[in-house]
């Protein structure tokens, strides 16, 4: 029996995204992308924060008759590290892709300050349309507002740290576009070395946006991953 792979998109992301990658490995693994709430359609929750997706991560495990693989990008990598934290021994393995690790107050505000939904409209307009299209019926400025808050306190309080990666005892492959802009090699490398089964990786050639990403080579790295496992 094929594995099962949950996939979880980044922040202002919905599963859409990934539907194509997921397809590509439909012969390997059982796909299952996933929405967190608020995203995709999906309906707010009363909280709207990394804890909470992190919840969400657990309650789909947990109807689970076997362990999953995770393959996170993005904030969705963050989101599902959290999750094997806090509820222990959720995956088989987990997979990051351009996850940010290194956050303090100064880099919430630098990411904060792209978040701005009238600069969005007036100098991306086509990236305006298409966070409209990825989340109605919600409002997808509501969306940017949110996440923008949820990275303020990530920047004054990130649960991922020193101690807490630790204490991750699943093992963990890390990947990085090697032209990431937004997630450092360093930063990457530093997250690697406190997860006590790890490894890391860069996708050659590619950037932070997932559309950019070659999606050949990562099929190859999240396939040769999860057999070891």
Known sequence: MKPSLLLFHGALGSSRQLESFAFELREDFNCIPFDFSGHGGKNFEDEFDIFQFSNEIYEICKKRKTKPFAFGYSMGGYAALLAEHKFKNLFKGIITLGTKFDWNPQVALSEKAMLNPELIEKNFPAFANTLFERHK??????????TSDLIHHLGENAPLNEETLKEIKTPVLVLRGEFDNMVSRTESNSA???LPISHYSEVLSGGHSFEKINKAILKELVISFCKNY
């Open 192 to 194: 690697k070395s406190f």
């Open 137 to 146: 019926p919600n409002n997808w400025k509501n969306v940017l507002e949110k």
